[in-house]
T-cell receptor, first 113, second 116 residues
Framework: QKEVEQNSGPLSVPEGAIASLNCTYS??????FFWYRQYSGKSPELIMS????GDKEDGRFTAQLNKASQYVSLLIRDSQPSDSATYLC?????????????FGAGTRLFVKA | GAGVSQSPSNKVTEKGKDVELRCDPI?????LYWYRQSLGQGLEFLIY????????KSGLPSDRFSAERTGGSVSTLTIQRTQQEDSAVYLC??????????????FGPGTRLTVL
């Protein structure tokens, strides 16, 4: 089992729809969860971070964390073609002496105009 | 303030040559990471540094790869005797480290390495 798992996609949604991206993680002791967006040929950029159970909203983006079920999700409302990118989930997992950030392989999202 | 910078942005080398890639992290960030990303693939963790602690080298793919971080700031990733399979984008990221937890990472623009 991978430490951080994401469906590789591609996930295709029409413009204006809600895109739902999911991520599961293996270690119950994980803390600090992040979503990054990576456009083709560019570096990843942080779009959301979440640290406690529940929802966190920022504009059209909502991150959801459920530690009991060990999943974190990202919802994108009113999806736009400019949202087409690969979305990376990252999780801080415990290691001796602290934590280590583990990235998922990413989900490719296509928003059709 | 300035973000993470990397140099060179592109590097073309011949098989068997050594290359050095440089990363300047965000000022004040004590954690620094190196990743490799091949075309269409995810991030492959290589190494990270945190303050004066021994680096986590668990991701380095072979002993041809090494990295150092001088003065807790600038880092250099060295690849000796490059092979064609080393061709990839090499990404550097930095983050704050507090209370035993790494915060969000900020990525540099990457160095695209091509080994002919």
């Amino acid at each position: 089992q991978k430490e951080v798992e994401q469906n590789s996609g591609p996930l295709s949604v029409p413009e204006g729809a809600i895109a739902s991206l999911n991520c599961t993680y293996s270690d119950r002791g994980s803390q600090s969860f992040f979503w990054y967006r990576q456009y083709s040929g560019k570096s990843p950029e942080l779009i959301m971070s979440i640290y406690s159970n529940g929802d966190k909203e920022d504009g059209r983006f909502t991150a959801q964390l459920n530690k009991a079920s060990q999943y974190v999700s990202l919802l994108i409302r009113d999806s736009q073609p400019s949202d087409s990118a690969t979305y990376l989930c990252a999780v801080n997992q415990p290691r001796s002496g602290g934590f280590k950030t583990i990235f998922g392989a990413g989900t490719r999202l296509f928003v059709k105009a | 303030g300035a973000g993470v910078s990397q140099s060179p942005s592109n590097k073309v080398t011949e098989k068997g040559k050594d290359v050095e890639l440089r990363c300047d992290p965000i000022s004040g960030h004590t954690a620094l990471y190196w990743y490799r990303q091949s075309l269409g693939q995810g991030l492959e963790f290589l190494i990270y540094f945190q303050g004066n602690s021994a680096p986590d080298k668990s991701g380095l793919p072979s002993d041809r790869f090494s990295a150092e971080r001088t003065g807790g700031s600038v880092s250099t990733l060295t690849i000796q005797r490059t092979q064609q399979e080393d061709s990839a984008v090499y990404l550097c990221a930095s983050s704050l480290f507090s209370l035993g937890v790494y915060n969000e990472q900020f990525f540099g623009p990457g160095t695209r390495l091509t080994v002919l």
